[in-house]
């Protein structure tokens, strides 16, 4: 899609958390704009930086804000409290310290409910690597306020490979959603729902495949009924 627009982005950095997608990825670059692959710089990693790792491949993170190319740094890195849930004063504080990166648009579509620890967490670590007036864009799935324990903290991490705290511990309206990403720093947000949007289309298709994915439709209609959101998000680092 940033390949298409006339003109291109001056470089991208394309991040994905299997190797086999950066593959697949990476062949289809090729084969849509061989002229233009040059400018895609690869990662396959955890979408999620880490600060408190010390291993190579963490350092090395696209979204690491000490990384050269992306601002000073003081030499510490920030905290990640383990016990980390709705109540992360501490840890949006010590981020907002540290310099600002220089990546213009942070795009994720349809994954960002699958990052650990929890989605606070990345927003918190992304914004400190966007550039000041840098934009996020993403898609979210937001579970309803009165999901069971039983379903959010033993079923549907497994069956769906979502952390816990990205089921449980949700803001529990779209105004208390927005209040969270300005909290943590971001302003101009605008916050789209799109599940009568998304959710029958998306069921519709994957009864038509058949097979497995039948009951994944039935999944994915049984969310729709029981007021689970699918959303899209914009919002801004100040300038």
Excluded: C
């Excluded at 220089?102 to 989605?119: K, N, Q, R, T």
């Excluded at 605008?190 to 298709?205: H, M, Q, S």
Aim: proline share 8%; glycine share 6%; net charge negative.
């Amino acid at each position: 899609m940033h390949l298409s627009q006339s003109p291109p982005p001056s470089s991208l950095i394309a991040l994905t958390s299997l190797r086999s997608e950066t593959t697949q990825a990476q062949e289809l670059i090729q084969d849509r704009h061989p002229e233009l692959a040059h400018i895609v710089t690869w990662h396959t990693n955890s979408a999620s930086f880490h600060p408190s790792s010390t291993s190579p491949k963490n350092l090395e993170h696209p979204l690491n804000p000490m990384k050269g190319y992306m601002g000073t740094s003081d030499g510490s890195p920030a905290p990640v409290e383990e016990d980390y849930n709705e109540e992360f004063d501490d840890v949006v504080a010590e981020m907002q310290q540290k310099p600002s990166g220089g990546y213009d648009l942070i795009y994720i579509l349809d994954s960002i409910y699958h990052f650990p620890p929890a989605v606070p967490h990345f927003l918190t670590t992304a914004i400190q690597s966007l550039s000041l007036g840098g934009v996020i864009v993403y898609t979210d799935i937001v579970p309803p306020a009165n999901l069971s324990s039983w379903l959010g903290y033993w079923t549907l991490p497994t069956v769906l490979g979502v952390p816990t705290r990205n089921l449980m511990n949700r803001p529990k309206d779209l105004e208390a959603y927005k209040a969270q990403l300005e909290k943590i720093g971001y302003v101009n947000v605008r916050i789209e729902d799109w599940t009568k949007e998304v959710f029958p289309g998306f069921a519709k298709f994957l009864w038509t495949k058949g097979g497995f994915w039948k009951g994944v439709a039935k999944g994915v209609e049984w969310a729709f009924k029981t007021d689970w959101k699918f959303i899209a998000v914009r919002a801004e680092k100040k300038e």
